[in-house]
């Protein structure tokens, strides 16, 4: 089964910095990009980071470029999110996705696998 466990999550004062992981497991990353999203209450999902890890390929929006850092070990099959300068705004839960292929995409709906989240919540 293609699973991915998404952790790391926490409480952070602002400025601070947390590093989430994303471990996958049943499909290797080579064949997928793996993005992460977030969702804060009332809100709608906004993708925050994607990379293609067979390559290193990264996007981020504006909203975290500077401040958010993804990465990925492919002997261990983990993608991870490096979030320093961290602000109030932040604080969603965060939800790492997989699809299929090479192509670059933040739109959620054609992301086929997802993990829980984890809750991130920043305080001021």
């Known amino acids: 089964d293609v699973q991915l466990q998404a952790s790391g999550g926490g409480l952070v004062q602002a400025g601070g910095s947390l590093r989430l992981s994303c471990a996958a497991s049943g499909f290797t990353l080579d064949d997928y990009v793996i993005g992460w999203f977030r969702q804060a209450p009332g809100k709608e999902r906004e993708g925050v980071s994607c990379?293609?890890?067979?390559?290193?390929?990264?996007y981020y929006p504006d909203s975290v470029k500077g401040r958010f850092t993804i990465s990925s070990d492919r002997a261990k099959n983990t993608v991870y999110l490096q979030m320093n300068s961290l602000k109030p705004e932040d604080t969603a839960v965060y939800f790492c996705?997989?699809?299929?292929?090479?192509?670059?995409?933040?739109?959620?709906?054609?992301?086929?696998?997802w993990g829980q989240g984890t809750q991130v919540t920043v305080s001021s």
């Open positions: 990379i293609t890890p067979i390559d290193g390929y990264t």
């Open positions: 996705a997989g699809r299929r292929g090479a192509a670059i995409s933040m739109n959620a709906e054609t992301y086929s696998y």
